[in-house]
């Protein structure tokens, strides 16, 4: 008989989750847990069924730019498959960016709506951009007490009505880079009743939102972040026409292909001061809280979707006489790849309670401290690892891994993205630096770091509880004797020194799970987890040594 492979398929994907239903037990009080288990259940379902279909069946439809209508008029419409609406209806009738703001569950609030993003996430093709825009926005407006402007758009970016719903643009990137926002050129002139910008943004993702927050340089206003202001406009006027805005293109991007990101003009585009008329860029980091939480769910949530594909499909495959799930070396390959991502897991929700504590009950100071360094590493920890899993899970499938109608490289193509926008891994590393500071954040992570460990009496996690306690010192040492050397030495350094800081503070929450596992369930999945990512890759920073002798010749001279 001819023989055909079988697919992989989805269960349910809360009731499949073994981790999260962990997590929920673990952390979360039993009134809460009963009150949002049937959101994640229903969720649970829509992401293994109707909206992964969705998903598959618009594989390769993508938004398309009309620039002119039949009659030669300059329309500049960009037109979305009827799937990126269907997400938006789910999104919003979900309260998807609503939930935390409604705040039912008090401090929980926001682990509600994580774990619905994480379920939400791997079957929406990636509209999680614009929802995080627009929780971003959300929380920036109201961090700012923006009255007017919180009065006008909240209601909307966190309505649950699909006909009322807006998304947010987050505007920062222009020709002079997506790092570098303080170089930003485009103008604001002040005008009769508010301001006018004028400049091009180059990679203004969602460009169909209502509205979006950017930055721009009052007339007169000095060179750098601290010169530019922060700014809210809306797309459209009134009256119906964009407002003051020309779209170029859309970008022909490797993944992320459903997202409409555009290269656009603001050419006398009406706009409103968020949050006075300088520190532009320090106004608008509340914005970048919320969307690299949001990309790390993003992430998390991709390595969840392999691991539930991989690990369907090792039981239908067969190869050399028996199922892949048969097969030690494939089941020795997929064990590290559900190490990596449990800890990555397990360290996006730490960064998620810690923002729910934050937003509801203000959190002690060592929180905030913790929350705010946890930002960039978290983020940059997830994106990396979701990449090199995505990777991992497409070998897992042989050639069909590599061929578009099984939409499995669509998951790569994805991931590829999340280290790169809202802050490459350097930025972020760089950031990580910034938040330590005098080191008061490194003390707040290092102490949590040591009591999330403290309870874990079971000789097998002596290992790793020694060994992330050990990584996490040992990150501290090299700050301090780096920091009194050239700061060439310590921006070289700065990825390993946040990666290695990571690692330790993951594997000190997987070590933590392990023992309550242990305790409640008798359970030793932690503990091998626990172990394997003790012995792998914990320390990044001795592979950091004279970067420069190691390229071997000078950069070249531009031609
Ligand atoms: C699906 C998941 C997500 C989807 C969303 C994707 C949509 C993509 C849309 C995009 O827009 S992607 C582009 C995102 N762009 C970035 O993330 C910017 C990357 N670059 C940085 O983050 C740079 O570090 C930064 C622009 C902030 C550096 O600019 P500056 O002008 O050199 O900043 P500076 O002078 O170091 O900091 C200015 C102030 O902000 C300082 O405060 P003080 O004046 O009080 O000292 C900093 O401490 C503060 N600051 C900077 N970063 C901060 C921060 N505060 C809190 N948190 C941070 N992260």
């Known amino acids: 008989m001819t023989f055909f492979q079988t697919p992989p398929a989805l269960g349910n994907q809360y009731d499949d989750d073994v981790l999260l239903g962990e997590l929920l037990a673990r952390r979360v009080p039993e009134d809460v847990r009963r009150a949002i288990e049937p959101s994640l259940v229903e969720m649970g379902g829509l992401a293994a069924g109707r909206l992964f279909e969705l998903s598959q069946a618009s594989r390769g439809q993508e938004p398309v730019l009309f620039s002119h209508d039949a009659w030669g008029r300059r329309v500049d419409e960009i037109r979305v498959p009827p799937a990126w609406k269907e997400y938006a209806r789910v999104a919003a009738e979900h309260g998807l960016v609503a939930i935390p703001y409604e705040r039912e569950q008090g401090p929980w609030s926001r682990l509600h709506q994580f774990a619905l ?38 209601p909307h970016l966190t309505s649950r009505d699909p006909h009322n719903v807006w998304t947010s643009g987050q505007w920062m990137t222009e020709r002079t880079g997506g790092s570098d926002v303080g170089r930003t050129q485009t103008e604001a002139r002040a005008v009769a009743n508010g301001w006018r910008l004028h400049g091009s943004k180059w990679f203004t993702s969602a ?161 905030r401290l913790l929350a705010r360094v946890l930002q960039p590493v978290v983020k940059l920890y997830t994106a990396r690892h979701a990449v090199a899993h995505a990777s991992e899970v497409l070998e897992a499938f042989g050639g069909a891994g590599y061929v578009e109608d099984t939409g499995l490289p669509a998951l790569l193509r994805d991931a590829q993205v999340l280290p790169i926008w809202e802050g490459t891994t350097n930025v972020l590393s760089l950031d990580t630096l910034r938040a330590i500071g005098g080191g008061e954040a490194l003390v707040a992570l290092l102490n949590d770091l040591e009591a999330r460990v403290a309870r874990a009496t079971h000789p097998a996690l002596q290992g790793p509880r020694v060994r992330a306690v050990d990584a996490g010192r040992r990150a501290a040492a090299w700050l301090k004797a780096r920091a009194a050397e050239e700061v060439a030495v310590l921006e070289a350094g700065a990825r390993a020194f946040a990666l290695t800081l990571g690692r330790a503070y993951a594997l000190a929450l997987v070590v933590e799970h392990a023992q309550w596992l242990l305790d409640t369930r008798g359970n030793r999945r932690g503990v091998a987890v626990a172990r394997r990512l003790a012995s792998s890759g914990l320390d990044a920073l001795d592979t950091v040594d004279a970067p420069q002798d190691a390229l071997g010749v000078a950069f070249p001279e531009p031609r």
Not at 223 to 246: D, K, S
Not at 314 to 324: D, I, K, Q, S, V
Request: overall charge negative.
């Open 207 to 367: 460009a169909t939102s209502e509205m979006a927050l950017t930055l721009a340089r009052p007339e007169g206003n000095g060179p750098g972040g601290r010169g530019l202001a922060l700014f809210y406009l809306e797309t459209r006027t009134p009256e119906g026409g964009l407002n003051g805005i020309h779209i170029h293109r859309l970008k022909d991007k490797l993944g992320t292909r459903m997202l409409a990101t555009a290269e656009l003009d603001l050419e006398g585009t009406r706009a409103e001061l968020v949050a006075g008329t300088e520190e532009g860029v320090k106004a608008i980091t509340p914005m970048l809280q919320i969307t690299r939480l949001w990309n790390a769910v993003c992430s998390v949530a991709s390595m969840r979707r392999g691991m539930a594909l991989a690990r369907d499909y090792a039981r239908r495959r067969e190869a050399f006489g028996a199922p892949l799930a048969d097969k030690p070396l494939h089941v020795e390959t997929l064990a590290a790849l559900q190490a990596e991502f449990e800890a990555s897991f397990l360290l996006l929700f730490r960064a998620v309670e810690l923002l729910g504590r934050e937003e509801t009950e203000g959190g002690t100071d060592d929180e």
């Open 117 to 154: 993003l994480y379920l939400f996430a791997p079957s929406s093709s990636v509209y999680t951009c614009p929802l995080a825009m627009s929780d971003g926005a959300a929380k920036t407006l109201l961090h700012h007490r923006a009255t007017r402007l919180v009065e006008r758009a909240v």
